[in-house]
């Protein structure tokens, strides 16, 4: 059985996700497991996010699941989901739910009662350079950022599309992942290494400084920024590296890392 996530919920209790199980949710003594039977949209479930009114949502790779503690309520293209696959889910500072999928972005909007909701989606025909889309994420200043995995990244204003590819300096048009440091600046992770934007200018690191051992076939698909202001990248082949502003330093099975 293969959990595909781990995420702890505000009042203490875990949740995993698995490959065909649905997901369990463990409160230290025993654990509940809920599936498409218990009305789950799909038992795949990739990732696990909490809003601001403290609903569960689960995304699978045939729609989202929303999760009150009591009822699921289900999203998919046929509620208005802009595609079933799902990639990241976001909750704007408006109370928004943004979701990055396979045929665009989605916005949801819920009613004041939260009953209901309206999507609003974004694709190519408004602007998206590329509607298969990796990650969202909102900067400090208000703007959303879409990444894809075939078109570069997006900025949006709430109106309009910025597009930044390698044309403008971003080390691959193949994005996977975005996080905004402390400082404000925004790191992509691509096919083609790590790109560092801070607002005017692309800085690139090669895909070569994520290697060791003489590992070359990898790209980033993930990346964190910890406590210290380290920066850390999860690679697809050459295990992990660390970024403390001057050095890498790499992780692999040598150092004892699983893979």
Known sequence: QWVFSVFEDKDGYFWFGTQGYGVSRYDGKSFVVYTTENGLVNSNVNSIFQD?????????TGGVSRFDGKTFVNFTAAQGLAGN???KILEDKSGNIWFATNGGVSKYKPSKDDSTGTFINYTTNEGLS????????????GHLWFTTF??????????NFIHFTSKEGLASDSVNCIVEDKVGHLWFGTKGGVSKFDGNNFINFPIQLFTSNGRSDNEIRWILEDKYGHIWFGTSSSGL???????FIHITEDEGLSY
Request: glycine letters at 12%; hydrophobic letters at 20%.
């Open 85 to 87: 696959g799902v990639s």
């Open 52 to 60: 601001s009114k403290d609903h569960l949502w689960f995304r699978t």
């Open 241 to 247: 590296s660390r970024y403390d502003g001057k050095n």
């Open 150 to 159: 075939t078109g570069g990244v997006n900025k949006f204003d709430g109106k």
């Open 130 to 141: 590329n509607n298969d889309v990796s990650s969202v994420l909102e900067d400090r200043n």
